[in-house]
């Protein structure tokens, strides 16, 4: 009960500070099992995408992010926990029989969304790093979940690294058409593909 | 509200609610087959409502009230401004600045009627802070464009748009209690300068005036739209403290400035690639689309009356 009227309030300062405005360019806003794979270049990345979902679709849809981060406080626990149900992956474990795919494809088998960021990290320049290969293994293990591509705009504007207070800047989340993994597809060509997809989505290379 | 402000709004009423049955019986006789240019209008039409309905309970409220409003309008305008000139991470401070500084500060200036700053303050102090501001993160990548991108959407979207509720500070003798008029004035002139020319530019448009800035502008709809909008400017008279020609030649005034605001604007908007400021209002775009000629027009307004009438 509490949580959700957090969520709420993330939601609502969230798409007020950037009008958020979502645009579904190659697909369109429907409760089917997806992974969201989006640029990332601010903390504030997932809570955007998740507040452009409709509320219906955002319950079972949840955010893939770094242990080291959102472990710190117990504010970052509980919301990362508590409030967005979020898959956390610990980057940097010593153990060498740590799979950080493990609690991804445990959430996609119980049937949730799942948003990641191919990137690994929080990008600081314009354009987009080169992919990590989780995305690829993820699509391999599950071919049936369908990947969207999210280019989030702007965002970096609003809040850029190391900065507390947010600008009132507009942000633009377009969504593009679903990939699939394509039988004999080579891990290389996929990962250029699926990057070139997010690319495409983004404004200024236009 | 006094008795000419009612009337006023009951005549602006009046033409939206023709307006509407016009462009409702354009989508009937157009067979219920969709027409971008029918539905446009309609939209337009439909947001022109909303826009009058707001001012409306602003100008009832009273000074503050329209004080706040154009703080927020230039709020808006500010925001979709920034959004489309991209800075840099080190432009952070700067922008800063902008909003939560000089913004609500220039708004406060008005509010407490003072001219000697607030006329100055965002031109003169503002425009040394912000390229102070950027220096600081020590990156010189276009550091003359970034510096102008924020000095300009500050200049346009909070300074001369501010000038609107600066009207409420002249004080006109035999004209006092009666501000919001001028206020009144300024956009309703302005704005159905922009409406006619639209018009007249749908209705007769042949020749285009200024192809790479505008497109959509013709030397049909300029004429036709800035004459009848100066027209109906000197029949407004009786709301300003001018008489019938002084009104006149001031409406033909702000309404070249306004035409002038709007291909400056589109001229930015073009080199950015997109059509529209933003998406705030239904068919017309994001704020900036429905103000560049009020900014072009307020400063010059307000300057003329202070010089000549106050």
């Known amino acids: ?206 | 509200m006094d008795k000419q402000t009612q009337m006023l709004f009951a005549g602006i009423g009046a033409i939206l609610i023709l307006a509407s049955v016009i462009g409702r019986v354009l989508k009937w006789r157009s067979g219920g087959t969709p027409n971008p240019v029918i539905d446009n209008l309609n939209a337009r039409i439909n947001a022109w409502w909303v826009m009058v309905l707001v001012i409306g309970i602003a100008f009832w409220l009273g000074q503050w009230a329209v004080i706040l409003l154009f703080y927020a309008v230039s709020f808006y305008a500010l925001r979709e401004f920034l959004t489309l000139t991209p800075t840099r991470r080190s432009d952070y401070p700067a922008l800063v600045a902008a909003f939560y500084l000089a913004l609500p500060l220039q708004y406060l200036l008005i509010a407490a009627d003072w001219y000697g700053l607030f006329s100055i303050f965002i031109p003169v102090y503002v425009f040394l802070l912000l390229p102070i501001l950027a220096s600081l993160g020590g990156d010189t990548t276009r550091f003359l464009e970034r510096a102008s991108k924020v000095q300009w959407g500050l200049m346009i979207a909070v300074f001369c748009v501010s000038f609107v509720p600066a009207l409420l500070t002249l004080d006109i003798a035999g004209f006092e209690g009666r501000n919001l008029l001028l206020i009144a004035y300024l956009v309703i002139v302005v704005q159905l300068s922009d409406v006619l020319q639209y018009v007249c530019g749908k209705l007769f448009g042949k020749r285009k005036i200024a192809p790479n800035l505008s497109p959509s502008k013709t030397v049909e709809g300029f004429v036709g739209g800035v004459a009848l909008a100066s027209l109906i400017g000197g029949c407004l008279w009786f709301i300003t403290p001018f008489n019938f020609w002084q009104s006149m030649l001031i409406a033909l005034l702000i309404n070249l400035l306004g035409f002038a605001g709007g291909i400056v604007m589109s001229a930015i908007k073009r080199d950015r690639g997109v059509k529209d400021w933003g998406h705030m209002i239904e068919g017309h775009g994001g704020m900036l689309d429905r103000l560049d000629s009020v900014c072009f027009a307020a400063p010059i307004f307000f300057h003329l009356v202070r010089f000549w009438w106050a």
């Open chain 1, 1 to 206: 009960m509490f949580e959700s009227l957090v969520a709420l309030g993330i939601t609502v300062a969230a798409r007020t500070i950037t009008g958020a405005r979502s645009l579904w360019l190659g697909s369109s806003p429907q409760a089917v099992q997806r992974i969201y794979f989006a640029n990332h270049s601010s903390h504030g990345d997932f809570v955007l995408l998740w507040a452009s979902l409709p509320p219906a679709l955002r319950r079972n849809t949840r955010p893939v992010a770094g242990a080291d981060y959102w472990q710190k406080s117990p504010i970052r626990r509980y919301i990362i926990n508590r409030v967005f149900n979020g898959v956390l992956i610990d980057r940097d474990s010593s153990d060498p029989a740590y799979d950080p795919l493990q609690p991804m494809l445990k959430a996609l088998e119980a049937g949730d969304s799942l948003i990641i960021f191919p990137e690994g990290t929080r990008n600081l320049e314009d354009g987009l790093l080169p992919f990590k290969s989780g995305i690829y293994h993820l699509a391999w293990r599950c071919r049936q979940v369908e990947l969207i591509p999210v280019w989030i705009a702007n965002l970096n504007r609003v809040m850029p690294k190391g900065r507390v207070l947010p600008l009132p800047l507009l942000c633009t989340t377009s969504f593009g058409a679903p990939l699939q993994l394509e039988y004999g597809e080579s891990k290389e060509d996929f990962l250029s593909r699926s990057r070139e997809a997010l690319l495409a989505l983004d404004p200024e290379q236009h």
